[in-house]
């Protein structure tokens, strides 16, 4: 079994600043720094952590080589990884000043995914292989039906939660993997209490696996009239980036393996407790040894 992971790659261009940049205004940074993000990179990286063959499909500029290296350092496979010389790499220019920050985003080339590159990718995998998606890159409503119409078993994990995703085949959907904000709003629910949000989950899509994280309180596994729960571990955060990344990917990788559902999420609950232990996104990511 092959996990596909088809999704966003996006360079973080941090640039710490006196105050925020103004009309007509030119201000030098402070300092500057550049990270590897996209839900879909970390992602990849948290399911090649855990122990999977994972491929990275997706799509970079002619600035992108080092994203290719970067995957590549982890073990995730980026064969259907394509270069675009015509388009910039998806990027996010991020002022930093105290504490708060101003964010540019750019899709570039993950907004340029079309049918044709889907088409290409999905050739290489087959019945029982396994995609995994996020709400970060152009096309997803195709890749969903064609994944489908393959037999892989669909995984999609909201982020960013926005009114397009109701546009997508979502019936054709086998698990959903949202934090509590994606959840109440794949719910159409207005409310911020747990309970009401896996009721209007449970009654709008009957039949699908969904699993909900709430941060510090832990997570649940909803199908119909089964739901488990599972506390998070009491640990001293630090940086909470990518704990929902680390989540999808360990509770995937135990999930796949063993069909327990309970083992899956005590399995994403112990690794996700580690990444928020560790500054960063990728390199906060425990290996499963460590586990
Ligand atoms: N402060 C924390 N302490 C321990 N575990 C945490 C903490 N924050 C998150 N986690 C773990 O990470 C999982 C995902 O976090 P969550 O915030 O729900 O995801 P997201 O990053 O998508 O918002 C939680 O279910 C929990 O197991
Ligand atoms: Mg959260």
Do not use: W
């Not at 105050?19 to 990849?44: D, I, M």
């Amino acid at each position: 079994m092959k996990i596909l992971s088809f999704g966003s790659l996006n360079y973080d261009h941090v640039y710490e600043m006196d105050h925020f940049v103004e009309p007509k205004e030119t201000q030098s940074s402070l300092a500057y720094a550049r990270g590897f993000g996209g839900k879909g990179l970390n992602q990849s990286i948290a399911l090649a952590k855990a122990g999977m063959e994972v491929y990275h499909a997706g799509r970079v500029g002619n600035d992108g080589q080092d994203f290719i290296d970067y995957l590549n350092k982890y073990g995730v496979n980026t064969d259907y990884l394509l270069k675009d010389d015509s388009l910039a790499t998806g990027h996010a220019i991020i002022e930093v000043c105290k504490g708060q920050n101003c964010i540019i985003l750019h899709g570039g080339a993950n907004q340029a995914i079309d049918e044709r590159q889907i088409d290409e990718v999905l050739t290489h995998f087959e019945k029982g292989d396994v995609l995994l998606i996020q709400n970060e890159i152009s096309n997803l409503a195709y890749l969903i039906d064609k994944a489908s119409e393959k037999g892989l078993l669909i995984v999609f994990n909201t982020a960013p939660m926005n009114e397009k995703v109701f546009t997508y085949p979502l019936n054709k959907i086998d698990i959903f993997i949202v934090n509590e904000i994606e959840g109440a709003g794949l719910a159409g629910s207005e409310s911020k209490n747990y309970e009401e949000i896996i009721a209007c989950l449970k009654d709008k899509y009957p039949g699908k696996k969904i699993v909900m994280t709430v941060g510090e309180s832990g997570s649940y596994f909803i199908c119909d009239d089964l739901l488990v729960h599972q506390d998070a571990y009491k640990v001293e955060a630090i940086d909470t980036t990518a704990a929902g990344d680390t989540f999808t990917g360990f509770f995937l990788a135990s999930y796949l393996k063993d069909k327990d559902i309970g083992k899956a999420l005590d399995l994403a609950a112990k690794a996700s407790s580690i990444t928020v232990q560790g500054k960063g996104a990728a390199q906060s990511i425990p290996g499963i040894e460590e586990l």
